[in-house]
């Protein structure tokens, strides 16, 4: 606790180096030790800080907490009560009402702090959390009550905690810093893996390559009214660096049209996916459903059973979830060699699993191994935080991306940009393939940018892809 709180009061004054009024606001816990002994540090550094204890903390706190209580009444904080507003706003407000302990819906005088802490900061405070914003489910990302503790950053201790990424975890929790304390985290098996930033392509272009060493990608998509979702794919397939792309259009209309005048070199073909032989079946990558619309469904027995290699996005989930024959095809793709990724948004998962959004919701890494566990498939559940899960590897949990990729398209975009990476690198399966599932949506979330900022349209985003993937 001595070096969780020293670790905090560090991180303060690195995040605020300007303020002279700190704010420790502190609960009956661990957590609120954590916030004394930060409080004790910083105000021996000359700082104005004071402690904002909820009513009967130091009753319950437990022995080291109540240590940390000794010290910082040693170092002169003064100790008020959470409701006492006297005195100038803080510049910077330490969070350390409830950490890892929070088991239940905040109440009384603790969701009165919590929503305190929201007024701090809606006054212009920097609000930094301690391990956990108060209030926050940190296995699940999602806030126990009514609210929780938003913090623009977040000190996580020892470990990193998979509901600080997924959910609505970002949102409350801000930046995330680690501080492992000098603790050997390592024995314990973790629950999930952030994804990282890959350093190199898995499969390098040598020069004596041609477009048949880069493999063919073929989009399967685009009903009536549809098709530029599976354009979006198919433009996003080739920006990975696939090197044939083919555009099979359900639509007979548009697929007329015959080609893209904005990417010529994409292929249009006509019904490939039933005049495609077993052999192109098996040699290509296929994304399948992007703008679907209900002539995906009889396109989906064929590709089941015979393609090698599928991405199966939105219409073509929502096919399967409707039908117990597809999905019990889907199921056996898996024992026969034939590898298939699942890119559901939560709506599209919780019809695959028969669930309610907000059931997928409350807990994102559970809903992904849950849909790996039913369809032996690499499954990555959209979403902030998207959520990937193979057979057999510890889940990993993406924290690229922001709300400028909340716009139609760009789901169509990364399935066709998942497409032209695992194109290149055909032999991938099991860990691998999650791996290239993973790199593609690192990039496709990084290349948002590093914040929010108005909307991506998705056409965009796939030549923003295309000059990062050079
Ligand atoms: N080895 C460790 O586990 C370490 C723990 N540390 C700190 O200790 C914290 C965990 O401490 P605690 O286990 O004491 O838990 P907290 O301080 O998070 O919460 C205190 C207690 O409040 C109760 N509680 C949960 N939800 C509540 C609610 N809604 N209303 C009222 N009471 C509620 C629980 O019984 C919980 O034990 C960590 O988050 C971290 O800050 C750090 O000092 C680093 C080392």
């Not at 503790?149 to 680690?178: C, E, I, M, N, Y």
């Not at 296929?286 to 396109?299: D, F, N, Q, S, Y």
Request: contains cysteine; proline residues 5%; neutral net charge.
């Amino acid at each position: 606790m001595a070096r969780a709180g020293l670790a905090v009061a560090r991180l303060a004054l690195a995040l605020a180096p300007h303020a002279r009024s700190i704010d420790v606001r502190v609960g009956h816990g661990n957590n609120g030790g954590d916030g004394l002994e930060a409080a004790a540090w910083l105000r021996r550094w000359g700082k104005d800080v004071r402690v904002r204890a909820v009513p009967g903390f130091d009753a319950r706190l437990p022995t080291d907490a109540a240590r940390a209580l000794a010290r910082a009444r040693d170092a002169g904080v003064p100790i008020v009560d959470a409701a006492d507003a006297a005195g100038a706003p803080a510049a910077l407000v330490v969070d350390a009402l409830l950490g890892i302990g929070a088991n239940r819906a905040p109440d009384g005088a603790l969701a009165g702090a919590i929503e305190a802490i929201g007024r701090d900061g809606a006054a212009g405070a920097i609000v930094l959390a301690v391990d956990a914003p108060s209030g926050l489910d940190v296995t699940r990302g999602h806030p126990l009550g009514d609210g929780a503790v938003v913090a623009q950053h977040t000190l996580s201790l020892l470990t990193l905690k998979p509901g600080l990424f997924t959910a609505a975890g970002r949102d409350h929790a801000g930046t995330v810093w680690l501080d492992t304390l000098n603790c050997d985290c390592g024995a314990e098996p973790p629950d999930a893996l952030l994804v990282g930033a890959p350093a190199t392509r898995r499969v390098p272009r040598r020069h004596a390559g041609h477009k048949g060493s880069f493999g063919d990608v073929v989009v399967v998509g685009g009903d009536t009214s549809m098709s530029g979702a599976a354009l979006l794919a198919a433009r996003a397939a080739q920006a990975a660096g696939a090197g044939r792309v083919y555009l099979d259009l359900l639509d007979p209309g548009a697929a007329e049209a015959g080609h893209d005048p904005l990417r010529p070199e994409l292929m249009w073909r006509s019904r490939w996916w039933h005049d495609a032989t077993p052999g192109q079946l098996a040699a290509a990558t296929l994304v399948c459903g992007c703008g679907g619309g209900a002539r995906i469904t009889e396109t989906l027995p064929r590709l089941l059973e015979a393609a090698c290699r599928l991405v199966l996005d939105a219409d073509a989930l929502n096919a399967i979830a409707s039908d117990p024959a597809l999905q019990q095809a889907l199921a056996a793709r898996g024992a026969r060699g034939c590898r298939t990724v699942l890119t559901p948004h939560p709506l599209e998962a919780a019809r695959l699993l028969g669930r309610t959004t907000a059931e997928v919701q409350a807990d994102r890494v559970a809903a992904a191994t849950e849909l790996v566990r039913r369809f032996d498939c690499v499954a990555l559940l959209k979403g902030s935080g998207s959520v990937l899960a193979a057979p057999g590897v510890v889940p990993r949990i993406n924290a690229t991306g922001n709300a400028s990729l909340a716009s139609a398209g760009t789901g169509d975009v990364l399935a066709g940009w998942i497409g032209g990476w695992w194109a290149q690198d055909a032999t991938a399966g099991g860990e691998a393939l999650l791996e290239i599932v993973a790199t593609a949506v690192a990039t496709h979330g990084a290349a948002a940018g590093p914040r929010a900022a108005g909307a991506w349209r998705a056409a965009d985003l796939v030549d923003r892809l295309a000059l990062g993937a050079r």
